[in-house]
């Protein structure tokens, strides 16, 4: 028996999922209206930031979160590194 491919397999599953929903949509109109809301609310509420709230450079393993004039910000290493820097220098000057 031959092998199949990984594109094949997924192309079936895709072919598979559309005929689904394509009957769920036909015998169960509603339910399938409700399904695709909570699809999309899910998405909406499940997408976060991916982005540094200072430098809007993308954010990849490492998020760092500080609380910057009494808001909580996601930052990259970089910039947290810049703050760490900066508050130590504040600390110094004033002791």
Same mark, same amino acid.
Request: hydrophobic share 40%; with cysteine.
């Given at each position: 028996?031959?092998?199949?491919?990984?594109?094949?397999?997924?192309?079936?599953?895709? !072919?598979?999922?559309?005929?689904?929903?394509?009957?769920?949509?036909?015998?169960?109109?509603?339910?399938?209206?409700?399904?695709?809301?909570?699809?999309? !609310?899910?998405?909406?509420?499940?997408?976060?930031?991916?982005?540094?709230?200072?430098?809007?450079? *993308?954010?990849?393993?490492? !998020?760092?979160?500080?609380?910057?004039?009494?808001?909580?910000? *996601?930052?990259?290493?970089?910039?947290?590194?810049?703050?760490?820097?900066?508050?130590?220098?504040?600390?110094?000057?004033?002791?």
């Amino acid at each position: 028996m031959a092998r199949k491919s990984k594109a094949q397999g997924i192309l079936i599953s895709v !072919v598979i999922g559309i005929a689904g929903a394509i009957w769920l949509f036909q015998n169960y109109p509603v339910l399938t209206g409700a399904i695709v809301v909570i699809f999309i !609310v899910g998405a909406i509420l499940s997408s976060k930031s991916d982005h540094c709230d200072i430098c809007d450079s *993308e954010l990849k393993r490492k !998020v760092y979160t500080c609380e910057i004039e009494g808001e909580t910000k *996601e930052i990259c290493p970089n910039c947290n590194r810049e703050l760490e820097k900066k508050r130590s220098k504040e600390a110094i000057a004033n002791m």
